[in-house]
């Protein structure tokens, strides 16, 4: 089998030693904290990208590659109108292909209960002006032809895409560093460097960077850096499973999913296949802690998570890594350069087996490789975009919870419009990292 295309073996792409000084510090080279990163270099400050592993090492590599405007929660899907503007405009400002293809998304249901549930949905996206529409089991037949079931229905949109994560957001970053970002690879955040109550920049693995401005866009560790600094943030991170297929005959260009199996056609020519709806909790003291905080989501969906004792050594979550560590001492960052779990390989023989069963024409399905992802989720199921009211000079954009592919660059712009004290265009309060303290009632976002 192939192995994962960005690991701690690739070559180090940004390497220069960081500054001394700049405007903003950005936490994180993922599609979050890179996407930032272009915005506020385009706005014409001098930003710093720190990345402890790789440019997309975590999830924003491993993820299905799914643009999707589908599905989302309402208060998402102004910012993802823009982010699927914003992929077209990045496509063209790269020589990369980056795979991006506007082939829609397609939920397949199975049951009454899910044609309701998706029904419901389109109200949000009428609102919004979004394509989305409920397909008959004829029309869903003719969308995707050759499926062994008949499903009920599917709920459709056409205007979402797809890309290719591992090497878009590479290119992303490459449009970031042309348009004055410094990037930095290899290079951890250990802690926040504040003074009188106050962020005044960071300390690194390398030195310290002076910076009235930090972003944490740190993904599945956001919740474990913040702790040190004494600020609570329910986030937990789950795995993830992906397949990716030898090349098979074409069955459908764009995503589509049922509860049991989602896939979507690739670049090159095979499919990546997941478990929807199936993911796997190690617990630790973290789950804990927000155990409380989850109650809701448990009760919503209480079969969609399996949990495991401990998690690996070196996990954010792990019962091993230390939670306070001083400036001056190697951090859990640097110890873990990549998050890179391993796949639950019965899963990935389940996963071929089902594609072969729904498309009982397409041969033979073989795995080209398998990688899995810890995706860091929120108790509610949306991210946290939000200045911290407790350390004046940082803002979070993180939590993305399993979507934060496709929202990305829509994502960025908000972040550094929140940054410079620019109108953001949307409305974050459902975003607020507040909502976690001040009794605010759990609304989970769709599960569709
Ligand atoms: C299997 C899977 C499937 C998914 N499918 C989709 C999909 O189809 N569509 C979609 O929209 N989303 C999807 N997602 C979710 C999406 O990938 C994530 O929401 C998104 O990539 C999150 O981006 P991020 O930048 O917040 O985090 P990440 O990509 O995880 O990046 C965070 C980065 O911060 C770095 N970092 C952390 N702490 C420090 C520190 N102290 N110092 C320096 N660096 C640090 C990490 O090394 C990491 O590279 C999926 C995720 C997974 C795992």
């Avoid at 949000?124 to 062994?148: C, F, N, Q, V």
């Avoid at 499903?151 to 290119?171: C, F, H, N, Q």
């Avoid at 050594?313 to 019962?319: E, I, L, Q, V």
Wanted: aromatic letters at 8%; hydrophobic letters at 40%; proline letters at 7%.
């Amino acid at each position: 089998m192939n192995s994962f295309p960005i690991s701690e073996q690739s070559p180090i792409a940004w390497s220069e030693p960081h500054p001394a000084e700049c405007d903003v510090v950005v936490i994180g080279g993922g599609v979050i904290g890179i996407c930032t990163a272009l915005f506020l270099a385009r706005a014409g400050k001098r930003v710093t990208v720190l990345e402890k592993g790789r440019i997309a090492g975590e999830q924003s590599s491993r993820n299905w590659g799914w643009i999707r405007q589908q599905g989302r929660d309402p208060d998402e899907i102004g910012i993802v109108k823009d982010a699927n503007r914003l992929w077209r405009e990045l496509a063209t400002e790269t020589n990369v292909d980056i795979g991006l293809k506007t082939c829609g998304v397609t939920y397949l249901a199975r049951t009454d209960k899910e044609m309701a549930e998706y029904t419901a949905w389109l109200q949000h996206a009428k609102t919004y002006g979004l394509d989305s529409r409920m397909l008959s089991t004829a029309e869903t037949a003719d969308l995707i032809p050759g499926m062994s079931h008949s499903y009920k229905g599917a709920l459709y949109t056409a205007s979402d895409m797809r890309a290719e994560p591992w090497v878009a957001v590479p290119a992303i970053a490459g449009i970031a560093a042309r348009a004055g970002a410094t990037l930095v690879e290899n290079c951890a955040v250990r802690a926040l460097d504040v003074a009188a109550g106050r962020v005044v920049g960071v300390v690194t693995e390398q030195g310290r960077i002076k910076a009235p401005e930090v972003v944490l866009a740190g993904g599945a560790w956001s919740a474990l850096f913040l702790r040190r600094h004494g600020v609570a943030l329910p986030q937990l991170s789950v795995r993830a499973t992906v397949a990716a297929t030898q090349p098979l005959p074409a069955v459908y260009p764009g995503g589509a999913a049922d509860p049991r199996i989602a896939f979507r056609a690739r670049s090159d020519g095979g499919y990546t296949l997941a478990a929807g709806g199936y993911h796997e909790l190690f617990v630790g003291p973290d789950a804990f802690r927000s155990l409380p905080k989850y109650l809701t989501q448990l009760r919503h969906e209480p079969f969609g998570t399996r949990l495991h004792a401990k998690a690996p050594r070196g996990f954010p979550d792990a019962w091993g890594t230390p939670r306070h560590w001083a400036e001056d001492a190697v951090s859990p960052f640097e110890r873990m350069r990549i998050l890179d779990p391993k796949p639950n390989m019965r899963k990935v023989r389940g996963l071929a087996h089902d594609f072969g069963a729904l498309f009982p024409d397409i041969g033979p399905v073989r795995i080209k490789s398998a990688w899995a992802g810890m995706i860091d989720t929120m108790p509610d199921v949306v991210p946290v975009v939000d200045r911290i009211d407790a350390l004046p000079g940082l803002t979070v954009g993180t939590g993305m919870s399993g979507h934060g592919f496709g929202i990305g660059p829509g994502m960025g712009k908000v972040l550094a419009a929140l940054v410079m004290g620019d109108a953001v265009g949307h409305d974050l309060t459902r975003f607020r990292h507040r909502r976690f303290s001040d009794g605010t009632p759990m609304r989970i976002g769709p599960s569709v």
